[in-house]
């Protein structure tokens, strides 16, 4: 008997993009503590030009295209939940929502989670606002800056909720983890400059730096659990690891709007010391509000070189740095706190299964406040 209380629309079999893989992790971590049916729509031949025609109809000739889901396959519910949620990228996913036909019934209450809203774009896809997203009960949003916009869009409450992370899956042994032999460990966007910095550090001084070739454009993968493997091992083992603000690069996209990713949170969970560019943001400061949550980088070489002496000389700041990074994301930012507060916005009492890793968690910030992180 099928007495799963939570159903979860997840569109990880819909395609292969990296950034995706974040939701995938969230969706694994709630399935572990929760008592969740996943639903996965699948896709077929000629998926996203069908998906471009009805995203252009909704926006420049009527709401009532949206109607039409790009997808081959149509899904029926088969009993009712207590809560459905769909975890969605961007807002232009809101489409494959129509492939589940009775969600809306089915459901006691309804949220959907979007990652990436830009204030910007929220009028741009103003009839996917209306006439899809305003049939959930809640919405969540990944981006501060939007809130407002998108909750006057919508008509329904909208909050912010910050990235989160697989803490026990990203955090290394707080004694006896593996030796961090990678200097300097950078993926996705950054700054060409600082690249080419780092390049002529790794001639001149002999470090090692690892990066990926598709820095400021999207990367796909074949398999999400093997990519997301990668990334830990590599973090795991890495000394310093690069972040910048959300987009930082595409200013004609956010609009001055700031934001930042899951990085900061993957980085810091890891034990690496955080490098590059804090956003400015009083919501980023209220969320990293420890000493040296994000080290500040130069812009010339000769004072980012001075900057790796200076940290590499003062091995107790960065044993403090790497301890503290792993305590706040075992305490404050594993997914089981995004999930906590999606389960205080439907009114449900976490199960047995959420208390077990939330005491795990408690127990992991302890060891590391007690043992010596891995040098």
């Not at 996203?48 to 295209?65: E, I, M, T, Y």
Request: net charge positive.
């Amino acid at each position: 008997m099928n007495n799963k209380r939570i159903c979860v629309l997840s569109f990880r079999s819909r395609n292969n993009l990296a950034a995706r893989c974040v939701d995938f992790e969230f969706e694994d971590v709630i399935g572990s503590i929760d008592d969740i049916d996943l639903i996965t729509i699948e896709q077929g031949f000629g998926f996203s030009p069908r998906k471009r025609v009805v995203n252009q109809l909704s926006r420049h000739v009527s709401p009532w295209f949206t109607r039409f889901s790009p997808s081959l396959t149509r899904v029926s519910l088969k009993k009712n939940y207590d809560l459905f949620v769909a975890f969605c990228q961007d807002i232009t996913d809101l489409l494959m929502v129509n492939s589940i036909r009775n969600w809306k019934q089915r459901s006691g209450m309804s949220i959907c989670w979007i990652d990436e809203v830009w204030a910007a774009g929220v009028v741009k896809n103003r009839a996917l606002c209306n006439r899809l997203l305003s049939r959930f009960d809640h919405v969540i949003i990944g981006c501060s800056g939007a809130v407002n916009t998108l909750q006057a869009e919508a008509q329904r409450p909208c909050i912010y909720l910050p990235p989160g992370v697989d803490t026990l899956k990203f955090s290394p042994p707080a004694t006896n983890g593996p030796e961090r032999n990678i200097d300097v460990y950078s993926i996705g966007r950054r700054p060409l400059l600082l690249h080419n910095q780092l390049l002529g550090m790794k001639r001149s001084k002999n470090i090692t730096y690892l990066y990926d070739q598709s820095s400021n454009g999207p990367l796909f993968v074949r398999d999400y659990l093997r990519h997301r493997a990668t990334m830990v091992y590599n973090l795991q083992r890495s000394k310093y690891f690069i972040v910048y603000p959300a987009k930082f690069d595409a200013p004609w996209q956010t609009h001055q709007q700031v934001e930042f990713g899951p990085r900061f949170f993957e980085g810091a969970a890891a034990g690496a010391v955080l490098i590059g560019q804090p956003a400015a943001s009083k919501v980023f400061r209220d969320i990293f509000d420890w000493e040296d949550a994000v080290i500040s980088l130069p812009e010339e070489e000769h004072e980012l070189t001075a900057l790796f002496d200076e940290l590499e000389s003062d091995t107790k700041r960065v044993d403090r740095i790497r301890r503290t990074n792993m305590r706040h994301c075992f305490l404050k930012h594993d997914w089981l706190y995004r999930w906590q507060e999606i389960l205080d916005i439907a009114g449900m009492q976490p199960l047995p299964q959420f208390e077990k890793r939330r005491q795990e968690l408690v127990q992991c910030a302890e060891n590391v406040s007690d043992s010596a992180v891995s040098p």
